[in-house]
Each structure stands twice: as structure tokens, then as C-alpha cells.
């Protein structure tokens, strides 16, 4: 029998200012108010609960952050080790809470990619080590489920879209199961995604697998330079929208959603916000992928635990905003 889950049920709020935004009620499920800042405890605390189950003892994760801290934190409340490779891109602030955590940490190669890799090999030579992919797992897109899930016994209506950010894919395999589960197949997911992270999106357009030559947006936990394969395989099963916008929509997202509800989440998050502040869904009613007249939204605010006001100021400065 599984134990209590690691994550909690986070608030469900009506946001009034993107719902005049956008003409109809906007929802936002907030995951910035998980125990490690973002969504990814959902399914990564689901997948070191079962593998400590079967004998696990050693946690290993590669990450720009967030799956870094979502493991860290497992880890901690479990009472077992955990070691934390991440790329040289992550800030000293996110290494630095990830051994506040209890977690070594490890800082290698350039982008996430090189971090996984050394981690694959670190993990040969620690008996019992669980290896904790970030984002291609069963065990985690069922874990990530549970964001439906509970937005839909949280919500007063079906609504008539989802938009969420994609990065290894894992989130967005987690909706859409969960909207299987909640009857919500015919609900379109809006795929958010930043130039210079858009691997999913270059998938999307291939109708196979991309592998990305580097991460360039400012968006590093979007950075993953290939999707998980499953991620693909839904976009084919499910009415999936993916969409690219700049950096700069994203960071206005992250600026915009701290003015109106005083949340301050990282510029990957940014991605799914600017689906509604930079007006993408009246663009994808123009483009008739939308049902003409929305009566309401679900947006999840996946949080992000690698930002500070300090950062968000500088990356509005970087941007020209």
C-alpha cells in the first residue's frame, strides 16, 4: 500500500484579471505552493515512494532545479541520501537550496543532457541507487496526474481549455492522463513553450523526435533538448495546441501574474501564463483551434524554485520591459 503522498492539494483560484484578459473565467492551479516551489513533487515523490518500496536506497537526479529540489525533498522526508548532478547553467542560489536540503550536490556540463549523463554513470557504482529521470517516467507522468485531478474536483465547471508549459514533457504527459481519468478528453491542452527551449514543439512539426543543438532561452527548466517520447505519442492521441512565444512574453507572464496575485514564479512557468496575458488564446479562437466562446480556462502555474525578485528584475531589464 502506497503511503501518504509527498506533495500537497494546492489552492485553486479564480483569477479576475486574466479573466479580463481573456473574456471568460480564468482558473489557475497554483503548484508554486508545493513544498519544493513547483509541480514536480507530485510525480517525482510518487516515483521514490515506489522504488524505496522495492529496495531503493540511494536517490540520484539530474536537474536544472526543480526535479533537483522535488527529489532532494523526497529524500529528506523519507530519511534516505540524495545526490543532485546539475548543469553548470543553474545558479549558485538553486545549488545552494538543494544542500540546504540535505542533498550533495554535483555540478556538471552545460545543459541538463550532460548533467543525466554523468549521473547514469554515478549511479553504477552506488549499490541501491535509484536513478530519478526529471521528466520520462510512468511512475511520474501518473504522479503529475494528480493536477487534474484535483483541479477538477476543485473547479465549479468543465473547462473549456488547459494551457501548460512543456519542457521534457513530463507535465504534459501527467494532463493529459489526468484528463483521461477526469473525463476531460475532448478538453483542447494549450502547449506552451519559449524559442530557444521549444523542442516539443520542433517534434510537434517533424511528427518525430528533435533533438535541440542547445538551449538558448532563458527559460532553462523548459531546456530540455529532446522531449520524452511519450509526450509526442499524446500529441497524436489528444487536441494538443503547441505554441512558442519570446522570452519576453514569458518574463511579461511572470511580471504580470506578480502584480495581479503576488506570486512570483520562474520564466519556464512564464511560458504558460503568457497562453493568456500575451492574448495566444483569442489568437487560437481566430484560428478556429478553440471553441469560438470560452466560458472557462484552467492554466497551471507550475511555480519554480530557481528565481528570486532579483533574478525576475534582471531578466525584465534583459528583455527590454
Known amino acids: 500500500m502506497m503511503a501518504k503522498p509527498l506533495h500537497i492539494c494546492t489552492p485553486l483560484l479564480e483569477s479576475v484579471p486574466m479573466s479580463k484578459v481573456v473574456g471568460c473565467k480564468v482558473f489557475i492551479k497554483c503548484d508554486n505552493m508545493q513544498p519544493s516551489a513547483s509541480f514536480k513533487i507530485r510525480g517525482i515523490g510518487h516515483r521514490i515512494q515506489k522504488a524505496v518500496q522495492m529496495g531503493g ?14 527529489a532532494a525533498y523526497a529524500a529528506r522526508q523519507l530519511g534516505y541520501p540524495a545526490t543532485i548532478v546539475i548543469p553548470e547553467s543553474t545558479p549558485d542560489f538553486v545549488a545552494a537550496g538543494l544542500r540546504d536540503e540535505g542533498a550533495e550536490v ?21 549499490d ?9 517516467h510512468p511512475d511520474l507522468w501518473e504522479g503529475h496526474s494528480t493536477v487534474i485531478s484535483e483541479s477538477a474536483n476543485q473547479m465549479p465547471v468543465k473547462p473549456d481549455a488547459v ?12 494532463v493529459v492522463q489526468g484528463m483521461k481519468k477526469v ?10 513553450e519559449t524559442k530557444g527551449a521549444d523542442s516539443y514543439n520542433a517534434a510537434v512539426l517533424a511528427g518525430e523526435l528533435v533533438t535541440l543543438p542547445d538551449i538558448t532561452s532563458r527559460a532553462k527548466c523548459l531546456g530540455a533538448l529532446t522531449v520524452c517520447k511519450r ?3 499524446y500529441s497524436k492521441e489528444h ?3 503547441s505554441v512558442v512565444v519570446d522570452d519576453r512574453d514569458a518574463v511579461n507572464g511572470c ?5 495581479d496575485h503576488r506570486i512570483l514564479v520562474e520564466v519556464a512557468c512564464g511560458a504558460a501564463l503568457a497562453g493568456v496575458y500575451s492574448n495566444i488564446l483569442k489568437d487560437l479562437q481566430k484560428e478556429g483551434k478553440l471553441p469560438p466562446e470560452l466560458k472557462s480556462v484552467l492554466v497551471i502555474v507550475c511555480g519554480g524554485s530557481g528565481i528570486t525578485l532579483q533574478k525576475l528584475m534582471e531578466y525584465k531589464a534583459s528583455v527590454g520591459l
Open 128 to 136: 541501491g541507487s535509484i536513478v530519478i529521470h526529471p521528466f520520462d
Open 255 to 259: 511580471l504580470r501574474l506578480l502584480d
Open 163 to 174: 494551457v501548460v508549459c512543456v519542457g521534457g514533457g513530463g507535465l504534459l504527459c501527467g
Open 106 to 126: 554535483i555540478v556538471h556540463g552545460k545543459v541538463w543532457d550532460n548533467a543525466n549523463e554523468y549521473a547514469m554513470k554515478l549511479a553504477e557504482d552506488i
Open 231 to 233: 509526450s509526442l505519442e
Open 183 to 192: 473525463g476531460w478528453s475532448d478538453v483542447p491542452i494549450v502547449a506552451m
Open 57 to 70: 536506497k540511494h536517490i540520484i537526479c539530474s536537474s536544472g532545479g526543480n526535479a533537483g529540489f522535488a
Open 239 to 241: 487536441p494538443i495546441h
